[in-house]
């Protein structure tokens, strides 16, 4: 890029990769340091999912296999079994429900492995995109879990309000 005032000066290097050469679309290096600060431990955490969704998807392979092939004595339970299979299938649905955040995590990661190469505006929405994805599965999951936590406080302290009520605890 040459000065306009002076055709004669030295040519100057665009170091951020900007196409105007003003820096008003580049991102700036304190932003790019932070997130590229937070890079390794978002892939971290990644493969720690990744590495719990393998340890899930094993377990459950396994408790199954256990219950086909009779090595498991939960077939002399009162429910017969029934609780293995629950189990089984909770492994299962938790597995499923951590591909997502493993996912965006990772995506995030790459973005702002991206980001710190181009500096582009275009690739910090991308990374922040990833990010949002990411926090609104959890906050997705979180509210269902408050939800799952009332309906299971109020129908244990109804199954308990009924049993103290057939066993005679409260008098008439």
């Known amino acids: 890029m040459e000065n306009p ?4 000066s030295t040519p100057v290097a665009n170091l951020y990769g900007t196409a105007t050469g ?3 679309d580049a991102v700036s290096p304190g932003t790019i340091a ?3 600060g937070t890079k390794p431990w978002v892939r971290f955490i990644s493969v720690i999912l990744w590495i719990g969704i393998a340890f899930m998807i094993l377990g459950a392979i396994g408790l199954g296999s256990m219950m086909a092939f ?3 004595q939960a077939k002399n339970s009162p429910f017969g079994g029934a609780e293995m299979i629950v189990i089984v299938v909770m492994y299962g649905i938790f597995a499923f429900l951590y591909i997502y955040p493993a996912v965006k995590l990772w995506a995030y990661a790459n973005r702002i492995a991206s980001l710190s190469s181009t500096r582009s505006v275009a690739d910090l929405d991308a990374a922040l995109t990833e990010q949002r994805r ?3 599965f959890i906050a997705i999951l ?3 879990m408050i939800c799952l936590y009332i309906v299971f406080i109020i129908g244990m302290v109804g199954f308990g309000a009924t ?3 057939k066993a005679g605890a409260f008098p008439k």
């Open 5 to 8: 005032a002076n055709p004669y």
């Open 22 to 24: 003003n820096g008003a």
């Open 34 to 36: 932070q997130l590229a």
């Open 70 to 72: 009779g090595f498991s």
């Open 134 to 136: 990411f926090w609104k």
């Open 142 to 144: 979180a509210i269902i």
């Open 163 to 165: 049993a103290a009520m």
